[in-house]
Each structure stands twice: as C-alpha cells, then as structure tokens.
C-alpha cells in the first residue's frame, strides 16, 4: 500500500526528557544540480563521512547510498568510515584530538561542544524545511539537519505470546504492563528482550519518557536550575525496572547479549516484548515477520493521559566539519541526502523512519507506527535531548552503564545517586 505520509505534528509545549537518535527530509532542492542530476560545479575530491553502522545501517548500505551522489560527481570519492571506538561519538573525538577529523558525521547533534567545531547551516535555503529543524537548533543557529523522524517510546510484541497467555489488549499503564509480564511468564515466555551494549539504559529512557514528560513537563529546565535531578526524577523507574529483574520478566544474564542477538531472540519467538525505536521495524519486515508482530505506545503512570507524549529524535542527523577542506562538496552532499527524494526515501526505508511528504511503500507493522504518531499529543526529546533541551554530552553512555549496574546488584538508589554525581561533574 502506498499512501502520504502523515509525520510528526509540532511538539506543544516544553520539550522534554527522552530517547535516543534518528533521520528524515523534504523535496528535491537545488545547490548547484543540473535537471538530469549531474553537478553543475565539475569539482573531484574526497569527502570522508563518519557514520553510524548497525544491523540496518551496514557499510555496504551506505556505500550503495552514496553511489548516485559519486556517479553525478566525476572524480568524487565518498569515504565511508565506521566507527573505531565504542561508537560515532567516542570515535569523533579520537579523530579530533588527533587531527583527523572527518568532513562529515552522521549520527550525532549539536551540543555546546561540537558547535564550535562544526560548520553553521542557517543560511542554507535547504535547511528550512528538513525535519526538527528548529528543535534541534542552538542558541537560533542550525548545524544539524536530518532525514526524518524516529519515534521512540513503542512496545513491540508477540501477537501469538500475547493470544497464549490472554492478554486481548495491549497495556496502557504500567501497572497493567507489569500484569502482563507476569501473565507471559506464566506462559512460557520471556516477557521483556533486553540485550548489553547500549540497549539496556536506553529502553528505560524510552518506556519512562511519555510519563516523565507529563509529570515533569519543563524537565530540562528543571534540571539546568538545579530544582530536580536526574536520579531522583528516574527512581521510581529504576525501582520497577529493578522488581521486573528480580522477577525473571527480564533475563539476569541480558548483559552478555549484542544488540543484534536481543532483536534476533524477540524476532525468533523467545521473548514476548521489545522496546525499541521505530527502525525496528525494518528489522521484522527483512525477516519476514511483520505479520507475527504488533506494536503499542509506551504505557504510562497510573492517573495520565495516553498515549503520552511520544519521544521523537532526528533520523540520520548529517553534520558538516567546520575544518573541512571539502566545505562546497560536503554542503552539496548533505544536501542531496536530505532533500534528494530517492535518497530520502531510501534512508527512510532502509531504518523505519518517517518523514511527512515523502511516498514510501509502508510495511503493515510501519502503519501501525504512523497511526502511533498521528495519535501521540507531542513528541519530546530524549536522554541527552537536542538544542536548547540537553543533559551533559556522554548522559546517554553514562546512564547506561549505571542502569547496567541493577543486573550486578546495584540498588535502584545507588544508581539513581550515581547518575546525579556524573551529571554534577560534568555540568
């Protein structure tokens, strides 16, 4: 079925705490193309991209994304470089501080301590009308511009698990998710997947993030007066999480598992729920299972509106070296991947993400998505967050690993204090 795409509504109201990355964009723009597609400007040269690389996002993937930008431009060379350290982020600044930065980097966004590094995109015509835009600017100035949109805060699950152990209505508070928990365990399943790597702390943020922003509304400004912290705002998520531990509705020995070994059990049958961003959905269509799976939003706290408001990120978040040697082709390439349509369009495909006035063919489980989206009251930001709405660059590693410390007995305080000296210490 192909139908417009309906997008993300504006976010009303503060923007607040919320998940983690993304991508999206508009119509075909100029910057310097002929109609038949070839550059206008006849330049060569090497533009190296750092990028983000996944079990969507593979390095052949993005090799054959940048080929129709490479056969327009005779004599130009689109590096792809994978990360070297535990991600983009960490490997970014490896190449900074040894001087070998890139000319351009997928993946992240602007903070207070890459925008001086990076170059300012306000003036660009292009800019205007790619997605989160504004919400994503700093101090009135754009630096990152994506593709499309990611949602967040979805509960993915087992249609068949769900049948098995009578649960005829997908949850809508988390007391009624723990209920099912135990119903699925009863039945034979593992009720919640989680896996090591970054996956562990970063469901939390994405199941807590629609309750969180309608307790604390004004979060981010909360926290950067001093008027609440971290820890002590997360605490009682890190106290459920912690009794769905002990309860076997998570796996003790989750820690051990890859990211790509988590999605591979829930897709497998093993488990009964996945929480995870919407490039899931890529996932189950390439192994054949968008049939067997359904998808919900994040449930809230007793007494709240829902569904809440939904955490929505930037997909494919493009940056551009403010060092480059390469500016004139590294702002051409930009924006041919965020404005060209067939290039847009695949980006969208390829991760599950979403763009409004972009056709794209939906997978039955990506419409389930977009009637999420149509129907969540604003979208708010994530974990680190973006523009104006930020936590300390390395939040998103650092509460990960704090949330980690629950599988090795850690108490959800221990944690929560935790988390309040790393923010203090790097504030």
Partial sequence: MRRRQAGWRRARGPVVMGAVLALALTACGGGGFSDDGSSESGQGGTVRMLVNITPNLTQEYWEELVKPFEEAHDGVDVKIE???????????????AAGDAPDIVETLMVDETLAPKMLELTDQPWVKDTPLVEEAALGGKVYTVGVGEQAQS????NKAAFAKAGIAQPPKTLDE????????????????????????????????????????????????????TVGGSMLPYLERYKTWLDRGYLDK???????????????????????MGSWFTASAADAGKDSEIGVFPAPVDRGQQHPGPQGATMAAPYMILKDTGEKDL???????????????????????????????????????????L?????????????????????????????????????SPKQVADAVDRWVRDHS
């Fill in 177 to 228: 998710l723990t209920d099912a928990m135990g119903k699925l365990k009863e039945a034979g399943y593992l009720p919640l997947q989680t896996s090591g790597e970054f996956v562990t702390g970063l469901q939390l943020l994405q199941l807590s993030d629609p309750s969180l922003a309608q307790t604390h509304p004004t979060w981010y400004q909360d926290i950067d007066k001093g008027a609440r």
């Fill in 253 to 275: 020995n989750a820690l051990g598992l890859k990211y790509a070994d988590g999605e591979t059990n829930f897709l497998g049958g093993k488990s009964a729920m996945y929480v």
């Fill in 154 to 157: 979805l509960v993915f699950y």
């Fill in 82 to 96: 994978a990360p070297s350290g535990k991600g983009v982020a960490d490997t970014l600044q490896q190449q900074l």
């Fill in 330 to 372: 590294a702002l051409e390439l930009v924006e041919w991947l965020v404005t060209d349509e067939k290039a847009v369009t695949g980006q969208l495909e390829q991760d599950g993400n979403f763009r409004r006035g972009f056709d794209r063919t939906f997978t039955p489980l990506e419409q389930q998505v977009q009637q999420i």
């Fill in 374 to 410: 149509d129907a969540a009251p604003s979208g708010v930001a994530q974990g680190e967050g973006y523009g104006e709405n930020t936590l300390p660059r390395g939040f998103n590693t650092a509460w990960n690993t704090e949330v980690q410390g629950l599988y090795v007995g850690h």
